[in-house]
């Protein structure tokens, strides 16, 4: 079979005018990039349109090296809900070009269910990511201005600046640096680093705001550090939140681009999951929401962070209410939690499944907890053997869920009718309102313990020293009323990677507290979360070309 790319580069896309026409947006509404890619207005907000439309969450289990498929499956599920008739566009995340020359690869799909052009996509898009960057460092540069600038002085303490600077690209030696050297005219010598794009601040207020006026608001609510009198410092002190939204003026716009089946999608912002809301923009997701009657969403990594923070952040900050989750699942990674090592994933072991399951199971309890149905899609491969499959069917069946085959790499939308036909009728039926875990205005200790205590299932918190100063901290600044973002490993329920499966009675470590003012949360930091990651020791990009046509190679 075709690769993704060459699947990809096969397809006859069809003009972006067109996927606008299937939206009803006119041309003269559209900001094109070229023939494919487009950006919408604002100005196609249309709220009370959006709370009549069904917005449809895609999680999975906890993710593993066999992978699961999300971002395939939510955009295969879209194609086969337009195969049968219904108004339906799919609103994703962009792909960083960390994980695309890294380990992971792309993000745009994978078979006959991608989005296009699928190149551009992956590479540099309409510049969104670039524009995050700029404001984000344009920001960085501002204060090591303040520092050496004599006349126009905040007095603020170097020691502590927390703010990076940022690129969209892994690279380790960048992690830790010392900047300011080269005497007087080098500025002020001390130490900082880089963090990667997809988790600056900058991303996740990005994908929170409203519009310009909240987004410049947001942006000037940055907590840069303290003066030497302990007074707070904000990027508003700065006078930089005005230069900064410029810089955003147009990346705020969502983008639209289509699917292989010629289906719209949506697709903008992209914050990692782990350290940060994981899910693409509110202002993408209305856009979808007003325009069409289902919006198919997905949240990154596993229900325990992607989807929790999309409920109990995202929603409770948009006043989103989702109609129905679909739960992503494959048989191999459900092996793979249950012990089976990655070489042996392809061999039948129901026994394997049989122990793996309890994860999946973990996390439809937790679905249960916010009050929303849910349906189970088994992402197939052609590995999976009869006897495996029913295993899933029975543990689901117990638990009153129903589970649905997903085929949709092999036969794009086709491969989905039953799991559309299904989550349509789930969505259309369910007239209430999703229950958040929390209160905003809970103390901020029992906010971490509910979300470590009823999602992860941890037994109780420990929090450093660096931790409790945090929380000191927080008071004083008046920040306890925001919400909590928990930074975690995405390889385990619990915040160690090794422990697989469903663990139970470990206790989540809180290393310190981030204050992400500007994005409107707090951010738990547990075990060993990376910011800036490297390469592996083989990484996608020296799998990748272009020949002298300009035709790409290698991109998955």
């Keep these: 079979m075709k690769s993704d790319i060459e699947i990809a580069q096969s397809a006859q896309m069809k003009d972006i005018r067109e996927i606008a026409a299937q939206l009803s947006i006119a041309e003269d509404d559209l900001f094109r990039y070229g023939k494919y890619k487009a950006k919408l207005p604002l100005s196609l907000l249309n709220p009370d349109r959006a709370k009549k439309s069904k917005l449809i969450l895609v999680s999975a289990i906890s993710p593993t090296p066999a992978g699961e498929g999300k971002t395939t499956t939510s955009i295969g599920l879209t194609q086969a809900m337009v195969k049968l008739g219904k108004k339906a566009t799919v609103v994703l995340r962009e792909p960083s070009l960390g994980p695309v020359f890294g380990i992971k690869g792309g993000a745009t799909g994978g078979g006959w269910a991608q989005v296009l052009p699928m190149e551009d996509i992956n590479l540099h898009f309409t510049g969104d990511f670039a524009a995050i960057e700029k404001a984000h460092n344009l920001l960085a540069a501002l204060i090591d201005n303040n520092l050496q600038n004599k006349t126009n002085n905040l007095g603020i303490d170097p020691r502590t600046v927390l703010w990076k600077r940022v690129m969209d ?18 500025g002020i010598p001390r130490e900082t680093g880089f963090d990667i794009t997809a988790a600056s601040e900058i991303m996740a207020i990005f994908c929170l705001s409203e519009g310009l006026a909240d987004l410049k608001r947001r942006l000037g609510n940055i907590f840069v550090g303290f003066t030497y009198d302990k007074k707070p410092v904000y990027a508003r002190d700065l006078q930089a939140s005005g230069a900064m939204t410029a810089l955003l003026r147009d990346a705020i716009q969502p983008n639209l681009v289509q699917t292989l089946e010629g289906s719209p999608a949506i697709i903008h912002g992209g914050p990692f999951a782990n350290i940060a809301q994981g899910t693409n923009s509110i202002l993408a997701t209305r856009m979808g929401m007003s325009l069409s009657d289902y919006v198919v969403t997905e949240a990154g990594f596993g229900f325990d962070l992607g989807a929790e923070k999309f409920f109990d952040i995202k929603c409770q900050s948009a006043g989103f209410s989702p109609s129905a989750v679909v739960l992503v699942a494959t048989v191999r990674a459900l092996k793979y939690h249950g012990g089976a090592s990655l070489k042996n994933l392809k061999d039948p072991d129901p026994d394997a499944v049989a122990r793996g399951i309890e994860n999946m199971e973990k996390h439809l309890e937790n679905i249960k907890l916010f009050g929303v149905p849910a349906v189970v899609a088994l992402n197939r491969f052609s590995s999976d053997s009869e006897e495996e499959l029913q295993v899933i069917r029975e543990r689901c069946e117990a638990k009153g869920v129903a589970v649905y085959l997903s085929e949709v790499w092999e036969k794009g939308g086709e ?50 020293p660096k931790a409790k100063r945090d929380l000191r901290k927080i008071a004083d600044l008046g920040l306890g009323n925001l919400p909590v973002c928990i930074a975690k490993t995405q390889k385990s329920l619990s915040d160690n990677p090794a422990l697989l499966g469903r663990p139970k009675d470990f206790i989540v470590t809180v290393r310190e507290i981030e204050i992400a003012a500007g994005a409107g949360f707090l951010v738990p930091i547990t075990g060993e979360i990376m910011r800036m990651p490297g390469l592996p020791e083989h990484p996608s990009a020296e799998g990748i070309d272009v020949d002298e046509k300009g035709t790409i190679t290698g991109l998955f």
Aim: net charge negative.
């Design 169 to 186: 690209m892994n690279d380790r030696a960048l992690r830790q640096i010392v900047i300011g050297l080269g005497g007087a005219g080098g």
């Design 415 to 464: 491969g989905a009718l039953e799991l559309a036909e299904a989550v349509a009728k789930m969505a259309d039926d369910f007239d209430g309102a999703f229950r958040p875990l929390y209160d905003w205005n809970q103390p901020v200790e029992e906010k971490i313990k509910t979300i470590a205590t009823k999602i992860y299932g941890a037994s109780a918190i420990d929090y450093m």
